[in-house]
Structure formats: C-alpha cells, structure tokens
C-alpha cells in the first residue's frame, strides 16, 4: 500500500513536471514573438498603393497581406520585407476604381522556424484616378450672341465641365475635352458668368481640380475674335511722346514716351518709308480687345523692339489651330512670328489632334531694308551641323534646319571661323540676311527632334 502510494505521488509530480516545463517552454516561445507592427496607414494613386508604419521589436522582417474588394476576396501574402528598419511597401500596376485591403506581421527567424507577431490593424483604401492639377489661364471673350471661352492645360485632365451660373445656380453648358468652348444663342447686352472645371475620369470615376470662374458681357464687338488672332499682333513701347496723323484725315492722337502698345500691324509703306500704320483697335497679349488708336501712321523709329513682348499660349495655339489652320508632315510645327520677333513651337500627338503650345524662343529674323526672311508656309527640308554663310570669310551658326528657298535657315548665333561668337546674345529684333537665329540650345532642340517635313509658317 505504502509503495503504491508513493508511485502515485511520483507519477503526479512527473505530471506537474512535464506541465510545468511545457507551459515554461510555451511562454519563453511566446515571449520571442516580435510587436505587431503599429500605425499602419496606406496612400494611393490612381494604380498604386504605398504602405507605411513604425518598427516593430525583435522583429526579422514583415509579412504584406492584401485582399481585394470583391466577393470572395480573402488575404494572400504578397510580399516578404525582409529588413527590419525598412517600414514603406510599395505595389504598383493595381487598378483604378477597385478596393484592397491590407495587413502587416512582424516575423522573426528562430531556429529554423518563423515565429509571427499578432496581426496589425487592417486598413482599406480605394484608388480613385490621379487629380488634375487646378485650371489657369482661362479667359472670356465676346462675339455677337457667343462667349468664347479659352484655359491653359491642366496637367492630368482628361476633360472639362463647363457650367453657367443660372438663377443662383451653375447649370452644366458641356464637357469637352478641348481647352475652349463656344456657348452660342446668347442675348446681346446681357452678362453671363461661366466656371470650367478640370476632371480627370478613367474606369468610370473622376476627380476635379480647382477651377475658374469667367465672366463675359456679350456685345457686338466691331474686331471679332477671329480677325484679332488672324493679323499680326505684337507688343512694343514708345521711344519718345509723339502726336501722329488719323488716316482717315479725322485728326491727330498724341501716344506717351513708354507707353505699352499692342497692335495690328501692316507691313507696308504709305507715301513715306519711314512709317508704317496701326489699324483700328490695340489689343492685349491674351487677345482681348482694348479701345485704342484708329488708323494712325507711326514712325517705326519711335517703335522699340526690344520691348515687343511673346503672344500667350491660348492666342498662340488659337492662331495655328482656328484661324490660320497649319498642316504639317511631322506632329511638330513652329511659328515664326515677324513683329513680336519670337518663334513658337507646337507639338500634337497625332495628325488629327489640334496643335498644343510647346514653348516659346526669340528670334532674329530678316532686317528690314536687306534680304527679309520669306513669309508663308515653308518647311524644313534639310539640316547640317554648320551652316557657312556666303561671303563670310568662313563664318557660320550651329545646328542649321533649312527652310523651303533659296540660303534661308534656322541656326543658331553667328560665329567666327575660329568659333568665337560674333555677337553673343545679340537676338531678338530683326538683324539677320534673312536667316532665322536662335541660341544655340534652342537651335539644336529644332535640329534634333523636328524632323524633315516639318511646317514652319513665317508671318
């Protein structure tokens, strides 16, 4: 009996014993788990999603669990992290519109084995489509019964709202995906106030941009729209205050030393070779019209051209686009402008995409009394590295794309044979023989991405 007592209390302590070292042993594995990692938080594009939190303790690495929103979605493993003080995971090429949900696990490597953290907290996120940026530029003009509405750009727009505000209320006018609109039938006399608004839309979900609000008071305007943009509109200050003759014989107007003009310009001589004449209304650089000077003869040495000053983007783009369309055999297009002496360059994506303001340079074109540079619509047929102008004891310009005609091209500054610049930063107003000259980096930019065939519009 004594002996069947004392292997019962054995076998009880052994039962103890082996509990005991079991429960030790499951609390000093459970003590090495690393700490869930805390904070998660998840940012997102329109098809990517970026992953951030803090660092976890005894920690290896990070197991990424991801689930997508849709019935039946569970959490796979995506990815292992595989440094413990990296804390960011990125995934790209996810699709715009979907849900996803997400996890983390700490993960620590013992013995052969992978020990788990607890779960972190779930965070969930849907990607929407990337915001425009906000809508600038935009600008209201009049026609009888029309207002024409003009913006720049907005970066990541795939198309814009155009909305009337009617009865305390803005009203959807349409949407287009061009940077103007044309709102016709409208009342002369009355004003109308117009907002447009930027949204960028992919799988059926946009996002909206800051926009604008224009108003415009429609009167029958004696320069239309069309015939602003279609003459040649430039910016030039007074030298001196002078008093000049009305052609029409009506009387005299005085325009003051400095003065700011911007006005159409007829390139030809009236009885006097010394002037030239400003017809009807001055106008801004935007196009839009300012009452001014009517038919007045001006001296072109009181005209200073180092202060003409480059067309805006919307008056450009309107100009090869609306009223002097331009085709060219390339998506390139420059237009090289006589009066405000500076070249624009366009680019489109295709042969029926409308032309889209791409930069602006100055120029020097043909002096006046010399070989003028052609006016039309010529193209680059040709291109050298050096372009040795004739009788010039071996002088030349860089990166030279010839134009349709006879010793004409665009290319960069005089230099001497030796190389040396002949007049460094001498461009601007008209000097040349009837080249084009640009500096030498925008020069090389025609010579490298405008391709044989491009249209160049001199006027």
């Known amino acids: 009996m004594i002996r069947s007592r004392r292997s019962v209390r054995l076998a009880v302590c052994s039962f103890f014993t082996v509990l005991m070292c079991t429960l030790f042993a499951f609390g000093a594995q459970a003590a ?27 920690a290896n690495g990070y197991m990424i669990y991801m689930k997508k929103g849709v019935p039946g979605g569970e959490f796979k493993k995506i990815a292992r992290v595989k440094n413990v003080n990296i804390t960011t995971f990125e995934k790209r090429k996810m699709k715009t519109g979907r849900t996803y949900y997400f996890y983390v696990q700490a993960y620590r490597r013992k013995n052969g084995q992978i020990i788990l953290s607890q779960k972190s907290r779930t965070v969930k ?9 906000n809508l600038s530029g ?10 024409v509405l003009m913006w720049n750009k907005a970066e990541k727009a795939t198309e814009y709202l155009v909305q009337q505000k009617i009865g305390g209320k803005w009203k959807k006018v349409m949407t287009t995906d061009k940077t103007m609109a044309v709102i016709e039938d409208l009342e ?60 029409d014989g009506s009387g005299t107007v005085t325009l003051t030393a400095g003065s700011t003009l911007g006005a159409v310009w007829k390139n030809y001589t009236l009885g006097d070779s010394t002037n ?27 005209l200073n051209w180092n202060h003409s000053k480059p067309y805006s983007a919307l008056v450009a783009e309107y100009y090869v686009n609306k009223t002097n369309p331009q085709t060219s055999k390339t998506n390139w297009c420059l237009w090289i402008n006589y009066y405000t002496q500076y070249i624009y360059a366009f680019k489109r994506k295709n042969a029926n995409s409308e032309w889209q303001w791409y930069a602006t340079w100055e120029t020097s074109t043909g002096r006046y009394g ?25 002088a030349y310009g860089m990166w030279a794309s ?18 040396v610049y002949m007049d460094p930063g001498e461009i601007g107003y008209p000097l040349s023989s009837g080249c084009c000259r640009l500096f030498d980096v925008y020069a090389k930019f025609v010579y490298d991405n405008m391709d044989i065939g491009t249209r160049v519009l001199v006027a």
């Open 188 to 247: 002369t006399g009355s004003t109308y106030k117009f907002r447009v608004r930027p949204y960028r839309v992919k799988n059926d979900l946009s996002t909206r941009g800051q926009g604008m609000i224009v108003t415009v008071k429609i009167e029958p305007l004696k320069v239309q729209v069309e015939r602003v943009v279609s003459r040649d509109v430039y910016e030039v200050q007074m030298t001196r205050t002078v008093t000049v003759r009305k052609l």
């Open 370 to 394: 010399m070989t003028q540079t052609p006016r039309g619509k010529l193209e680059i047929v040709k291109k050298s590295m050096r372009y040795y102008f004739p009788d010039a004891g071996g």
């Open 125 to 133: 996120i849907t990607l929407l489509p990337n915001k425009p940026d």
């Open 138 to 147: 935009l600008l209201g003009m009049s026609k009888s019964k029309t207002a």
């Open 32 to 58: 090495k788990a690393p700490s869930k990692p805390k904070k998660l938080k998840v940012t997102g594009t329109e098809s990517s999603i970026t992953l951030t939190w803090k660092v976890s303790d005894k």
């Open 276 to 302: 030239d004449h400003i017809v009807e209304y001055f106008v801004t650089r935007d196009g839009v019209k300012v009452e001014g000077v009517q038919d007045a003869c001006v001296p072109l040495s009181d």
């Open 402 to 419: 010839h134009l349709t005609g006879e010793g004409n091209a665009i290319h960069g500054p005089r230099r001497h044979s030796s190389g």
